[in-house]
């Protein structure tokens, strides 16, 4: 079975730290992505990586950045956290992206920024 | 542009009835594929079940089945015989070849299961 595993589950930071989040997939995916999820706002994109060093924005990217420096590993960065980011984080791996590839997710990190 | 639209907030079944979220989906391009998670209470995102723009037969995964309309463009999740165990949240996700199959989601459906 695949395993996406994210570092954290619960954190708590200050408003303008830097936070990082890390995600860790074990199955050789090419593609991994960084979702936010707010209640009635379903999944939003943030970031996703179709291979090492490579990254492409999604929907939201505003105050976040990410790093792919290993193939099994994607950051989300919060380079200066603010309190409208605080939000539930899921990561996801896939292979090449195609028609039918689902998505492997973790199991969250849900972040509050006071 | 892709778009996904989940309708219902909230719904609610007893339990061993069948019961069905809706999801309607918007795009231009001709091949795409639709998928369904669930997401218990516990937050883990679970894939359900997988349909392709060409599939002619509706997708079915054990008590799962997508009621896949084209012409309407729906792709409704029906689960039967409902247990206590599918109360979660329903997300309807569509990756289309012009968006890199990138998967956009709906805003999700609460399902709750009365016993």
């Known amino acids: 079975d695949v395993k996406v595993t994210q570092s954290s589950r619960y954190l708590v930071k200050r408003t303008g730290e830097k936070v990082f989040l890390e995600c860790v997939q074990d199955m050789d995916h090419e593609n991994m992505f960084w979702y936010r999820q707010d209640p009635g706002l379903g999944l939003r994109l943030i970031y996703f990586s179709y291979d090492v060093k490579m990254k492409e924005k999604g929907d939201i990217p505003e105050g976040y950045s990410v790093s792919r420096e290993k193939k099994e590993r994607f950051s989300l960065i919060l380079e200066s956290a603010s309190t409208n980011q605080t939000s539930m984080y899921l990561c996801a791996s896939s292979p090449p992206a195609g028609e039918g590839s689902p998505l492997h997710f973790g199991n969250g990190t849900r972040l509050t920024v006071t | 542009a892709q778009k996904i639209t989940q309708t219902q907030p909230g719904m609610f079944v007893q339990e061993k009835e069948a019961v069905t979220l809706d999801c309607t989906y918007d795009?231009?391009?001709?091949?795409?594929?639709l998928f369904w998670y669930k997401q218990p209470s516990s937050g883990e995102m679970i894939f359900l079940i997988y349909?392709?723009?060409?599939?002619?037969q509706n997708a079915t995964e054990g008590r799962y089945s997508l009621n896949f309309q084209k012409a309407r463009k729906s792709a409704n999740l029906v689960i039967s015989a409902s247990q206590l165990g599918d109360s979660a949240m329903y997300f309807c996700?569509?990756?289309?070849?012009?968006?890199?199959?990138?998967?956009?989601f709906g805003r999700g459906t609460s399902l709750i299961v009365h016993p």
């Open positions: 996700a569509m990756g289309t070849s012009g968006g890199s199959y990138i998967p956009t």
């Open positions: 795009t231009s391009d001709q091949s795409y594929g």
């Open positions: 349909q392709g723009s060409y599939d002619e």
